[in-house]
T-cell receptor, first 114, second 112 residues
Framework: GAGVSQTPSNKVTEKGKYVELRCDPI?????LYWYRQSLGQGPEFLIY????????DSGLPNDRFFAVRPEGSVSTLKIQRTERGDSAVYLC????????????FGQGTRLTVV | ELKVEQNPLFLSMQEGKNYTIYCNYS?????LYWYRQDPGKSLESLFV?????AVKQEGRLMASLDTKARLSTLHITAAVHDLSATYFC????????????FGTGTRLQVTL
């Protein structure tokens, strides 16, 4: 596609439920990143994939959060036993390689845990 | 731990005026980015600054980097309403492949 696509654009879930957020990067981009943006804050790094592997998952807040990228393209961020504090906009970005290459961001998924 | 601070957090300015947004960061880095975000929209990449003394300009925006002072500035010249948005600086964490630490953003409002 022309840009990074994230689905759904909005997700409302009940506390304790499981959610999956999907990211479709720009075709051919090997690097993929997930960030989380709380209201009024800058994005916070969660995880970085180079190809299929997670090269840096140091930003995942706890073991309820997990992300996969099985074929090196689409990625899914999975959150188990959601808590109200997980409410935020989850942003995905991709770049042609890692490092200094410009990263292009999707429009995000707004997750609300009620 | 890398910390990135921006100021001001909110800026209201009249059309035609000049102003500067500041981005300070706490540890050495070799890469700094400026992004723009409109409400409900993606982050749009504006500039990538790679070396000390780097200066980049696009239209009414000019960004510079002083790695010794750990400071970047985003200068706005003769502001127009279309520049109203939130501007973020982001700094690459040294020793990581691509992890960025973002500032809290500067919300710019340009009034007529």
């Amino acid at each position: 596609g022309a840009g990074v696509s994230q689905t759904p654009s909005n997700k409302v879930t009940e506390k304790g439920k499981y959610v999956e957020l999907r990211c479709d990067p720009i075709s051919g981009h090997t690097a993929l990143y997930w960030y989380r943006q709380s209201l009024g804050q800058g994005p916070e790094f969660l995880i970085y994939f180079q190809g299929t592997g997670a090269a840096d998952d140091s930003g995942l807040p706890n073991d309820r959060f997990f992300a996969v990228r099985p074929e090196g393209s689409v990625s899914t961020l999975k959150i188990q036993r959601t808590e109200r504090g997980d409410s935020a906009v989850y942003l995905c970005a991709s770049s042609s390689t890692g490092g200094a290459t410009e990263a292009f961001f999707g429009q995000g998924t707004r997750l609300t845990v009620v | 731990e890398l910390k990135v601070e921006q100021n001001p957090l909110f800026l209201s300015m009249q059309e035609g005026k000049n102003y500067t947004i500041y981005c300070n960061y706490s540890t050495t880095s070799d890469r700094l980015y400026w992004y723009r975000q409109d409400p409900g929209k993606s982050l749009e990449s504006l500039f990538v600054l790679l070396s000390n003394g780097a200066v980049k300009q696009e239209g009414r925006l000019m960004a510079s980097l002083d790695t010794k002072a750990r400071l970047s500035t985003l200068h706005i010249t003769a502001a127009v309403h279309d520049l109203s948005a939130t501007y973020f600086c982001a700094v690459k964490n040294t020793g990581t492949a691509s992890k960025l630490t973002f500032g809290t953003g500067t919300r710019l409002q340009v009034t007529l």
